[in-house]
């Protein structure tokens, strides 16, 4: 606007309005920029930590330190001596190294950390290995787990031993927004979580103990066939031949007398039931670690009673009473009652 004498100016009006444009671009663009920085940076911090452990690893390829573990702790534990690691967290004390929960995958899944205890909670399956956690000193934290067939060559400029691991790592530590393909990175790690119900000694327990739907001889008779791990069948309403199915068909199995024994240790809160195969009194049932395995009074394990006419009939098994346990095989046709439980491992 201009006056007689060709001074020109805003007026209020005008100047409202520009501030108004700026404004509406600006909420427009800055959010897409600040993500774009921040997408920068998480990918910069990620290419920096896995080239330092990548060099580590060779390090450790080279001094021949890379393989020979049994256990992730050994071999975390060596990986320090290359790779500054300011705290170490047993799979029991994970949360004391990485966030409580994340976001995992394309279904944009939460995923409760405390529960990733073992290898196979990264999708490792076959390592049979426990979970450690690790703060770095670059601010990054991570859960690993080792491959104890883990293999080196130390004259192979080409190993760098990232097959000797799998390890889910937060570039930002703490910080949020602790979601898969932004701040939350892994290496080797094809599944997360599993969802298993319960940890036991390196065991995933799939689900609560529940009673199975029987099968009949003929079809018990057709599952040995199609490889179920069933010895023998002998009877026409068979509720431990259909629990074996129905625990393969989730991808597990029962467990073994010895691993019931162990459990058994663990929820009267003593030792020594492995060699007490029938009744051991004076007991007293730990009612929480009792419901955190999720057991049932009577439950089957993975064995046959093989004596006789009890050939395909029976079944070992444990009760777990208030005051007493007994590993046995009850009676001479155990496997068609509907009274026992099968918990599923793997």
């Known amino acids: 606007m201009c006056d007689n004498v060709r001074r020109c100016a805003f007026t209020l009006a005008e100047v409202l309005i520009t501030l108004a444009i700026i404004g509406v671009v600006a909420a ?16 910069t911090s990620s290419e920096v930590f896995e080239r330092k452990l990548e060099e580590a690893l060779k390090t450790m390829n080279t001094q021949q330190t890379l393989a020979g573990y049994s256990d992730t702790m050994d071999f975390v534990n060596e990986l320090s001596k290359h790779l500054k690691i300011t705290k170490i967290c047993d799979k029991n004390d994970i949360l004391s190294c990485f966030e409580d929960k994340v976001i995992w995958g394309t279904e944009q899944e939460e995923v409760d950390m405390s529960k990733i205890k073992s290898a196979s909670h990264l999708g490792q399956d076959e ?47 703490f910080k949020k927004p602790n979601t898969s393909s932004k701040d939350l990175r892994s290496i080797n790690v094809t599944g997360l979580g599993k969802g298993c119900y319960a940890e036991f000694d390196n065991l995933c327990i799939m689900a609560e103990a529940f009673v199975p739907a029987p099968v009949t001889y003929n079809e018990c008779e057709q599952l040995k066939t199609d490889g179920y791990p069933i010895p023998n069948c002998g009877l026409d ?72 006419e009890y050939v395909g009939k029976s079944a070992y098994s444990r009760y777990f009473y208030p005051t007493f346990t007994s590993g046995t095989y009850s009676g001479r046709e155990n496997k068609n009652t509907s009274s026992y439980s099968i918990l599923c491992i793997k």
Request: proline fraction near 3%; include cysteine; glycine fraction near 8%.
């Open 28 to 43: 427009m663009t800055i959010p897409t920029l600040v993500q774009n920085y921040q997408n920068k940076a998480w990918q």
């Open 127 to 173: 390592w049979n290995t426990e979970t450690v956690g690790v703060q770095f000193a670059n601010g990054v934290t991570g859960i690993i787990a080792y491959n104890p067939e883990c293999k080196q060559n130390p004259f192979s400029n080409q190993m760098t031993g990232t097959s000797c691991l799998a390890i889910l790592y937060d570039t930002d530590g």
């Open 237 to 308: 309403e068979d509720y431990w031949a259909g629990g074996v199915k129905q625990c393969t068909d989730m991808g597990g199995r029962l467990p073994t007398k010895s691993e019931l024994s162990q459990m058994a240790n663990y929820v009267y809160n003593t030792t020594g039931l492995e060699n007490k195969m029938y009744q051991a009194s004076g007991l007293t049932l730990d009612q929480t670690k009792f419901k955190e395995l999720g057991l049932k009074r009577d439950v089957w394990s993975s064995e046959e009673y093989n004596f006789k």
